[in-house]
């Protein structure tokens, strides 16, 4: 049976110019970059050199890049580092985050660390700008406000600059969830008033278990992880070389290709929304599907039927892989989180499944999970 991926929001296969670039590291070039002989002092430069090329394609500084194991220890690190290192006594945030976020405010707020707030979404499940300015004028204490850039179920942009203008004008913290978009959009840090981003390899036909973690050069923060000097005494452990280069070079490679295949992407994104419109009567799409929204995501709401009830079990079964919402929570069988809060709770008429697209995929894929479609809704 032949399988058709159209998942690339959990994760996406490997370039293969990456792994060329990664197999020196993993073979010949071991050495730890710790150690002070050659081999180490290679490994070492290899490190450094990624870091220059990560830095320089965000427009941020070399010194203000770290690399992780991925976007959750980077989520954990910036929120950690706000309320201990920086003062924050108020979390804002939103009820469509990823758990990476969510998970680590409200352990903040159960223990007392600080105060949780959730900023209101409008009709389409965008951040109301409004109510967050509401949110941080009425703080008596420094806020953290933590907004993904862009949603890993539903694929909507926060308007990421306007949210920064507001965090500035309030002497606010801001940390933004931007794995979904490292690697699809480009940056440019210097000209946006954030303290933290992150990013994670396998978003863009990179490796797993790597990440990085933006942190702004006018903060102060301490390691979230203890124990060796590296990463500049900001993240201990012996670092993940091979994959540190592959994230480089991904990067790079999804930055040369960027205007080329952002667009194939968007068509195919817009072709299978035109697909599934005329084919099927009463789908609609979760989110700004048509409006600003990642253009490799597309989350389709079916109705609820008896035979769709078992949609996603079914494409499974068919060789077609795509999920119920984030990856972290796909092997759930209730809706998810994001699709209950921008539905009200109101969803249990729906089915929802989550399509995201590379530039592996073709037309003719689509065509043919519209037609598998035809016998499982």
Do not use: W
Not at 208 to 229: A, Q
């Amino acid at each position: 049976m032949s399988r058709i991926y159209l998942d690339n929001a959990a994760t996406t296969t490997l370039d293969p110019e990456v792994l060329d670039a990664m197999m020196p590291f993993l073979t010949e070039k071991f050495g730890n970059p710790s150690s002070i002989y050659s081999y180490g002092r290679e490994t070492k430069m290899a490190i450094e050199q990624a870091r220059k090329s990560v830095a320089k394609i965000l427009n941020a500084q070399p010194g203000e890049i770290f690399f992780t194991s991925g976007g959750t220890e980077s989520t954990n690190t910036a929120i950690h580092a706000a309320i201990r290192d920086l003062g924050c006594r108020h979390i804002i945030t939103s009820p469509v985050e990823h758990h990476a976020t969510l998970h680590t405010v409200e352990y903040m707020a159960h223990t007392g660390q600080a105060t949780l707030s959730f900023v209101n979404l409008n009709d389409k499940g965008h951040i109301n700008l409004n109510h967050l300015e509401e949110l941080l004028a009425g703080s008596k204490e420094r806020s953290l406000v933590t907004l993904m850039h862009a949603n890993n179920e539903i694929g909507n942009l926060l308007k990421i600059k306007a949210v920064g203008d507001l965090c500035k004008k309030y002497d606010a913290i801001f940390h933004s969830d931007t794995v979904q978009t490292v690697g699809h959009y480009p940056f440019d840090l210097k000209n946006i008033y954030i303290h933290f981003i992150n990013g994670a390899g396998h978003k863009f036909h990179g490796p797993k278990g790597v990440g990085i973690l933006y942190v702004n050069e006018d903060i102060r923060i301490k390691p979230y992880i203890n124990g060796g000097s590296q990463e500049r005494n900001m993240r201990a452990g012996t670092e993940n070389l091979y994959g540190i280069v592959g994230f480089a070079k991904a990067l790079e490679i999804a930055t040369q290709r960027y205007e080329q295949d952002s667009a194939y992407i968007k068509g195919l994104k817009t072709y299978m929304s035109d697909r599934l419109l005329e084919t099927f009567p009463g789908v609609t799409f979760n989110g700004d599907a048509a409006g600003s929204s990642l253009y490799t995501v597309l989350n389709v709401a079916f109705p609820m039927t008896e035979k769709s009830d078992m949609l996603l079990f079914n494409l499974d079964m068919a060789g077609i892989c795509v999920s119920g919402g984030s990856a972290c929570t796909s092997g759930a069988n209730s809706l998810s989180h994001v699709i209950k809060a921008i539905h009200n709770g109101h969803a249990s008429e729906m089915v929802p499944i989550r399509f995201s697209f590379s530039r592996h995929n073709t037309r003719d894929e689509i065509d043919a999970v519209v037609e598998q479609l035809k016998d499982l809704v």
